[in-house]
C-alpha cells in the first residue's frame, strides 16, 4: 500500500461493540481494608474522617446525662441491733439519722420488725408438726430393725402417743424428709467364702431340714 494513501485515509470510527474495555482487576486479588471501603462508598457514601467521628463523639459526651440513682446501704444485723438500742434510749428517728446515717424509711422498719430476717416459706404446710417429727425420730432410733419398716405401714406399728395414725404414706415420707432422712435400697450381704463358715452353714442346714413349719417360722 502506499504510504501517502495511508496518511490520507481519514480514521476508521470504532462501533460500540469494538472499543477496548479497561482490564478491573478482581475482587480477590484486593486487600481486606480495599474491599471494605468499597462496600462503605457504595451503601453510605463518602467515609468520614476522623476529625468529624471525634467531633460527633465529644457533642454527644457534652449532651446532659440522666442521673444515677443512689441508694442507700443494706443494714446489717449489728446496724438493726444500734438502732434498737438507741430506741430504747429513748431516741427518735431524727437523731438516729443525724448519729448513723441510715434513712428515715429503713430507721421505722428496723423498729417494727425483727433483727433477722425471717422467711416464710410458701406452699402448703405439712401435716405432722415440729414435736412430733422429733418424737417419730427418737422412736426410729432405738431399734436397727426400724429402718427397715415401709412408710406405709408405720402409723400400724407406731406406738398410740406418737399420733401417727391415720396419716398417709406422703405424709410420713415429708416428716422423715425434714428431720434428714429418706429411702435407699439397702445393701444386701453376699455369703463368705470361708470353708469354716461355709461348714458352718452345711451343719445347719442339714439340721434344720427336717424342721416343722412351725418350728421354721
Known amino acids: 500500500m502506499d504510504i501517502s494513501r495511508l496518511l490520507n485515509t481519514p480514521p476508521r470510527r470504532r462501533?460500540?461493540?469494538?472499543?477496548?474495555?479497561t482490564?478491573?482487576?478482581?475482587?480477590?486479588?484486593?486487600?481486606?481494608?480495599?474491599?471494605?471501603?468499597?462496600?462503605?462508598?457504595?451503601?453510605?457514601?463518602?467515609?468520614?474522617?476522623?476529625?468529624?467521628?471525634?467531633?460527633?463523639?465529644?457533642?454527644?459526651?457534652?449532651?446532659?446525662q440522666t442521673p444515677k440513682r443512689e441508694y442507700a446501704p443494706t443494714l446489717t444485723r449489728s446496724d438493726r441491733i444500734r438502732i434498737k438500742t438507741a430506741f430504747d434510749f429513748n431516741h427518735c428517728?431524727?437523731?438516729?439519722?443525724?448519729?448513723?446515717?441510715?434513712?428515715i424509711s429503713q430507721i421505722e422498719r428496723t423498729r417494727h420488725s425483727r433483727l433477722t430476717p425471717q422467711v416464710h416459706r410458701r406452699g402448703r404446710k405439712p401435716f405432722i408438726n415440729t414435736p412430733t417429727r422429733h418424737?417419730?425420730?427418737?422412736?426410729?432410733?432405738?431399734?436397727?430393725?426400724r429402718r427397715h419398716i415401709a412408710f406405709?405401714?408405720?402409723?400400724?406399728?407406731?406406738?398410740p402417743e406418737l399420733g401417727l395414725q391415720g396419716y398417709?404414706?406422703?405424709?410420713?415420707?415429708?416428716?422423715?424428709?425434714?428431720?434428714?432422712?429418706?429411702r435407699r435400697v439397702a445393701k444386701r450381704k453376699g455369703f463368705l467364702d470361708d470353708p469354716e463358715v461355709m461348714n458352718k452353714r452345711l451343719t445347719f442346714a442339714q439340721i434344720a431340714i427336717n424342721w416343722t413349719v412351725e418350728r421354721l417360722f
Open 23 to 64: 482490564p478491573q482487576l478482581s475482587t480477590q486479588s484486593l486487600p481486606l481494608s480495599q474491599l471494605l471501603t468499597q462496600s462503605w462508598d457504595s451503601q453510605n457514601g463518602p467515609r468520614p474522617s476522623r476529625e468529624s467521628s471525634l467531633a460527633s463523639e465529644s457533642s454527644q459526651s457534652n449532651l446532659p
Open 152 to 159: 406405709k405401714h408405720i402409723p400400724a406399728l407406731a406406738p
Open 93 to 103: 428517728p431524727e437523731s438516729i439519722h443525724k448519729k448513723y446515717g441510715y434513712t
Open 15 to 21: 462501533f460500540p461493540s469494538e472499543i477496548l474495555e
Open 168 to 182: 398417709g404414706e406422703q405424709a410420713i415420707r415429708t416428716a422423715f424428709k425434714l428431720v434428714g432422712y429418706g
Open 135 to 145: 418424737s417419730m425420730e427418737q422412736w426410729f432410733l432405738k431399734s436397727p430393725s
